[in-house]
């Protein structure tokens, strides 16, 4: 009989505690999918792609779900399991950062010969909108999605300057900014905008050929910091496939963590550091 109140106290101890957690991991799921969803459509609407953020996060959860399960299953090793988790959660965001840099890049080299192609039209009697309007229909996507939301801003009631403003806050780079304040210093002081567009067009064209060279010439560089980050992992696999019973520990013992933590800071403060090491400004 005077085990009953322990056994009590437990059992009330562990419902609450079951609860508690229970009601955390609802919330927090409520958390993560509202931010998942939001950034999604946040992000995909600011590259022009439309697509249902439900049914990315409902793929997103899949994904957490079962493929960290099945390498587990494949491999019987929750540390891997583990790793493939983490990498799953924070894949997306990573996704949008190198798409979003893709698409700025596209929009960098598309530039100059849209540049070129405003001169032309205002050279030919077209004033800036209406050149923009025909570079916004001829030129491809993306940096004609871009034009033709500056035109639909303008449309709606939106300051020239502003709309002009707007596409250089979306476009973060170097190249719209100097596009940009050509337009509004133009406007406010005059001049000739066809012959300084012409002008921007070949300094920004010249930029990227030097820019192209960089990149050529490091990138041996960056090569050898993605081989020199991935050999590791690839000795490991070998490893861990050749000699099971050896490598036991590395997965299964505190240690093992330990070392395997240890390794992932050092193999990603060597690669970030060969990264900023082969960046360089132009």
Avoid at 73 to 80: E, S
Avoid at 90 to 101: C, D, Q, S, T
Avoid at 182 to 201: D, H, P
Avoid at 221 to 249: E, H, K, N, S, W
Wanted: charged share 20%.
């Amino acid at each position: 009989m005077s085990m009953l109140p322990v056994i009590a106290l437990v059992f009330i101890t562990v419902s609450i505690l079951g609860y508690l957690v229970a009601s955390n991991a609802g919330s927090f799921a409520e958390r993560y999918r509202t931010t998942f969803t939001e950034t999604a459509r946040f992000n995909l609407a600011d590259m022009f792609m439309f697509m249902d953020p439900q049914a990315l996060f409902k793929f997103n959860v899949g994904a957490i779900v079962i493929v960290p399960l099945l390498v587990w299953f494949f491999f019987g090793n929750p540390v891997l399991a583990a790793f493939t988790l983490a990498a799953i959660v924070f894949l997306p965001r990573k996704v949008y950062v190198w798409m979003r840099e893709r698409r700025i890049r596209k929009i960098q080299a598309q530039l100059p010969d849209g540049l070129l192609m405003i001169a032309s039209s205002m050279r030919a009697g077209l004033g800036f909108a209406p050149a923009m309007e025909g570079l916004a229909k001829d030129l491809d996507p993306p940096l004609s999605q871009e034009f033709s939301l500056v035109l639909r801003e303008q449309r709606m009631g939106v300051k020239s300057d502003e709309a002009l403003v707007h596409f250089s806050d979306r476009v973060p780079i170097q190249d719209v900014t100097l596009f940009v304040s050509a337009v509004n210093i133009s406007r406010e002081i005059g001049g000739n905008l066809a012959e300084s567009m012409a002008s921007l067009a070949d300094t920004l064209r010249r930029r990227l050929i030097m820019e192209d060279k960089v990149r050529a010439l490091t990138a041996q560089g960056r090569l050898q910091g993605i081989v020199m980050a991935l050999l590791p992992v690839g000795i490991i696999a070998f490893l861990t496939f050749a000699y099971p019973d050896t490598m036991y520990g590395l997965y299964h013992t505190p240690l093992g963590w330990g070392v395997m933590a240890l390794a992932v800071v050092m193999e990603f403060l060597g690669y970030r550091m060969c990264r900023k090491i082969m960046s360089i400004d132009v």
